[in-house]
């Protein structure tokens, strides 16, 4: 059979697998699939390991390990001064602005005649940041996402949707976060009070990621940084893919101990399929050195996640945290160490920003 309807095939195998996977795992540990998909999820069934400093040690020194080198090789590198005329802020923007401060009082503040849509201020919030976000963009560089790739941005919102889903999926089976103060909503009601602000997620994280690449600095000395070059890529995006896929097996097992693996899993098996595809990824340019980009995403996500984590702290309808060992030294209501997830988290949205990519011609 012909290599090329191989992958085509495969992949939409792959992506069934990415779902199926880690109910098999439950099964296979004696649950009940009935567990996994009660909706909405309120039911608390995974009884998590306590704090441990043994493991908060060990696992701080892998995020030291590689974090610290790139935080270091940006802090000791000159960046020219960009060449581009900075422009006002736009009037836009403003107007973007305003919307996010006053969906921040409604998030922490109880009106009674706001009761009924107290829930529903995590949406404004995050489109006014996206607005403002843009809007540095254009001030800084002269173009930004929101008037130069309109398309582009409307197919991150649709996507968005669906990519948040799939992790709030994958959450039932390690049950790390969970959400209070829906306990009153209908199955329809949660799917709308879920899914607009799942919708912003890809165009925050991604704005975030075209406003830093602005700063010259944030990129010195990454594009010239570590080579990594496997040698045989297809034999690795294999052997990747199919340590992923076990990895998701996995989590539906022993949810305390592979966790992690709901944030690395997607992230490799995507990868690995546009990898066998024969197209780029979005580690192909460490073959040269070129670690730009990863760091940019990574740092996106991270900056995004200290806005999710401060704008939920006050407000009404919320999430809590619940993750084994490093439950502790929380920032908001996230324990210290778990900011480490939207690392990898900002490259599986950057995987998914060019997925969207892909689709688009010119726009």
Not at 25 to 42: H, K, R
Not at 161 to 184: D, H, K
Not at 318 to 325: A, D, G, N, R, V
Request: aromatic letters at 16%; a positive charge; glycine letters at 8%.
């Amino acid at each position: 059979m012909n290599k090329t309807i191989i992958r085509r095939l495969s992949s939409p195998l792959y992506l069934a697998a990415m779902v199926l996977l880690p109910l098999c795992g439950a099964l296979l540990a004696g649950n009940e699939a009935a567990t996994y998909i009660e909706f909405p999820p309120l039911t608390r069934y995974v009884e998590h390991a306590g704090f441990s400093w043994l493991a908060f040690i060990a696992m701080a020194l892998v995020i030291l390990a590689a974090v610290v080198p790139v935080v270091v090789r940006v802090g000791s590198s000159r960046a020219g001064k960009s060449q581009r005329r900075r422009r006002p802020f736009p009037p836009w923007g403003w107007g973007a602005l305003c919307l996010c401060g006053v969906s921040w009082i409604l998030a922490w503040t109880r009106f009674d005649w706001f009761e009924d849509y107290q829930i529903f201020t995590f949406t404004p919030l995050w489109l006014g940041y996206i607005g403002v976000v843009n809007g540095l963009t254009l001030a800084r560089s002269g173009t930004c996402m929101l008037l130069h790739r309109p398309a582009y941005l409307a197919r991150l919102f649709m996507a968005s949707a669906l990519f948040w889903w799939y992790f709030e999926y994958l959450n039932r089976f390690v049950q790390n976060w969970y959400y209070i103060g829906i306990e009153e909503l209908s199955p329809v009601q949660y799917v709308l009070f879920a899914t607009l602000p799942f919708s912003t997620v890809l165009p925050a994280v991604l704005s975030t990621c075209e406003l830093l690449a602005t700063v010259p600095k944030l990129q010195a000395g990454l594009k010239t940084f570590v080579v990594i070059d496997t040698g045989s890529p297809r034999l690795a995006a294999s052997a990747v893919l199919t340590l992923a896929a076990v990895g998701l097996l996995g989590i539906g097992v022993y949810p305390d101990l592979l966790f992690p693996l709901l944030w690395l899993s997607p992230l490799f098996i995507l990868t690995g399929l546009q990898r066998l595809g024969g197209r780029q990824t979005i580690f192909s340019p460490l073959q040269r050195g070129d670690w730009s980009r990863l760091v940019l995403l990574a740092g996106a996500a991270l900056i995004c996640g200290f806005f999710w984590e401060m704008w939920n702290y006050f407000s009404y309808a919320k999430w809590l945290y619940s993750i084994p060992f490093v439950q502790k030294f929380a920032i908001f209501e996230m324990p210290l160490l778990g900011y480490a997830g939207y690392l990898p988290f900002g490259l599986e949205c950057g995987v998914i920003a060019d997925y969207c990519g892909e689709t688009g011609h010119g726009d």
